[in-house]
């Protein structure tokens, strides 16, 4: 049997290996470093962006015919790639907001992953688990957005170029929440282009290549950052 690629997949397929690339990079930058705490931002977003760009080219491959698109594979990407792009940046917020609550964040954190993997488990539809798991989604995208509102505005954390960040959280918001509409009308890479140069700006953003480190430590905690 031939595959037909047509452009707009393989522009979806690009655009995530172009998310994916970017979260290895961000990654790779946090292995570097000379002292890595677990704390980190480019170790949260690494993570993210890595597994945003796999589940964009899931979606290509299922568009093409490649992998089937089925109630089994919908509650996996769910389980695996969604909450993988997700839950690392709920951890990144709980961290920035609340470090005098840290005794509290595995319990919080095992609450929040018992709510995802059973609205993804038993969710009896595609619908409902999606009415169910979007909430969350929006609530850690708009405080992604926020908190680097706040920085950009108040020159807190120099280490990152939060306008860039803002603006990556954005973008990203218009993809992934653009892409039921943009299916309507055959146009889902477009939502996938634009998450691609959201998480792009975000990568440019923590890296920071401007910054110049005179004689500090190439890595703090979030906690610093904030206090």
Same mark, same amino acid.
């Given at each position: 049997?031939?595959?037909?690629?047509?452009?707009?997949?393989?522009?979806?397929?690009?655009?995530?290996?172009?998310?994916?690339?970017?979260?290895?990079?961000?990654?790779?930058?946090?292995?570097?470093?000379?002292?890595?705490?677990?704390?980190?931002?480019?170790?949260?977003?690494?993570?993210?962006?890595?597994?945003?760009?796999?589940?964009?080219?899931?979606?290509?491959?299922?568009?093409?015919?490649?992998?089937?698109?089925?109630?089994?594979?919908?509650?996996?990407?769910?389980?695996?790639?969604?909450?993988?792009?997700?839950?690392?940046?709920?951890?990144?917020?709980?961290?920035?907001?609340?470090?005098?609550?840290?005794?509290?964040?595995?319990?919080?954190?095992?609450?929040?992953?018992?709510?995802?993997?059973?609205?993804?488990?038993?969710?009896?539809?595609?619908?409902?688990?999606?009415?169910?798991?979007?909430?969350?989604?929006?609530?850690?995208?708009?405080?992604?957005?926020?908190?680097?509102?706040?920085?950009?505005?108040? @020159?807190?954390?120099?280490?990152?170029?939060?306008?860039?960040?803002?603006?990556? %959280?954005?973008?990203?918001?218009? @993809?992934?929440?653009?892409?039921?509409?943009?299916?309507?009308? @055959?146009?889902?890479?477009?939502?996938?282009?634009?998450?691609?140069?959201?998480?792009?700006? %975000?990568?440019? @953003?923590?890296?920071?290549?401007?910054?110049?480190?005179?004689?500090?430590?190439?890595?703090?905690?979030?906690?610093?950052?904030?206090?």
């Amino acid at each position: 049997m031939q595959l037909v690629v047509e452009p707009s997949y393989l522009a979806s397929i690009i655009a995530g290996a172009i998310a994916s690339v970017s979260g290895i990079y961000l990654l790779n930058l946090w292995r570097t470093q000379e002292k890595r705490l677990p704390t980190d931002l480019p170790l949260f977003f690494g993570i993210s962006f890595t597994i945003i760009g796999i589940n964009v080219i899931m979606m290509a491959f299922m568009n093409i015919g490649v992998i089937p698109d089925t109630m089994p594979v919908f509650r996996f990407r769910t389980l695996f790639l969604v909450s993988g792009s997700v839950l690392p940046l709920f951890v990144a917020i709980f961290h920035i907001w609340f470090p005098r609550y840290k005794r509290y964040f595995k319990r919080v954190f095992a609450l929040i992953v018992a709510y995802w993997a059973l609205s993804a488990l038993l969710g009896s539809t595609e619908e409902i688990i999606m009415l169910l798991l979007v909430p969350p989604m929006i609530f850690v995208i708009f405080a992604v957005v926020v908190t680097f509102i706040i920085t950009w505005k108040t @020159g807190r954390l120099r280490e990152v170029r939060s306008e860039l960040i803002v603006f990556s %959280g954005i973008l990203i918001s218009i @993809g992934q929440v653009g892409k039921i509409t943009l299916a309507a009308v @055959g146009m889902v890479f477009v939502a996938d282009i634009l998450t691609a140069v959201g998480i792009i700006l %975000g990568a440019i @953003g923590l890296a920071n290549p401007w910054y110049r480190r005179k004689g500090k430590k190439q890595t703090e905690s979030i906690q610093s950052y904030m206090s």
